[in-house]
C-alpha cells in the first residue's frame, strides 16, 4: 500500500491550493478514517482536518472555515482544499489513510 501527495506549491497570501492522496493498493479504503496534518519548520506536526468514515469532520482552530478535507471512496483518493492561505500556513502537509501516512508535499505561502 502506497500513499501519494500531490498539490503543494508556492502561492500568494489570499490564494487557494488543493492537495491530494491517492491510496494505492488498499483495500477497504472506505473503512479507514483519513486525515491532513501538516509540520512547519522547528515544530511539531499538528493534526488540521479529519473525516471519520461516518463521514464526520473535525478541523483544528487553525484552519477552519478555510480548509475543507474530502474523500472519494471509487478512487481511493482523499483531498484538502485550502482557501484564503496565509503565510503560517507554510509547511509541509502529509495525509493520512487509518495508520498509514503519505511522504508529504510542500505548501509555502508567500505575503
Known amino acids: 500500500v502506497q500513499l501519494q501527495a500531490y498539490g503543494g506549491g508556492l502561492v500568494q497570501a489570499g490564494g487557494s491550493l488543493r492537495l491530494s492522496c491517492a491510496a494505492s493498493?488498499?483495500?477497504?479504503?472506505?473503512?479507514?478514517?483519513v486525515g491532513w496534518y501538516r509540520q512547519a519548520p522547528g515544530k511539531q506536526r499538528d493534526r488540521i482536518a479529519h473525516l471519520a468514515f461516518s463521514g464526520t469532520t473535525d478541523y483544528a482552530d487553525s484552519v477552519k472555515g478555510r480548509f475543507t478535507v474530502s474523500r472519494d471512496n471509487a478512487k481511493n483518493t482523499v483531498d484538502l482544499q485550502m482557501n484564503s492561505l496565509k503565510p503560517d500556513d507554510t509547511a509541509v502537509y502529509y495525509c493520512t489513510v487509518g495508520v498509514l501516512w503519505g511522504q508529504g508535499t510542500q505548501v509555502t505561502v508567500s505575503s
Open positions: 493498493g488498499m483495500l477497504s479504503f472506505r473503512s479507514y478514517s
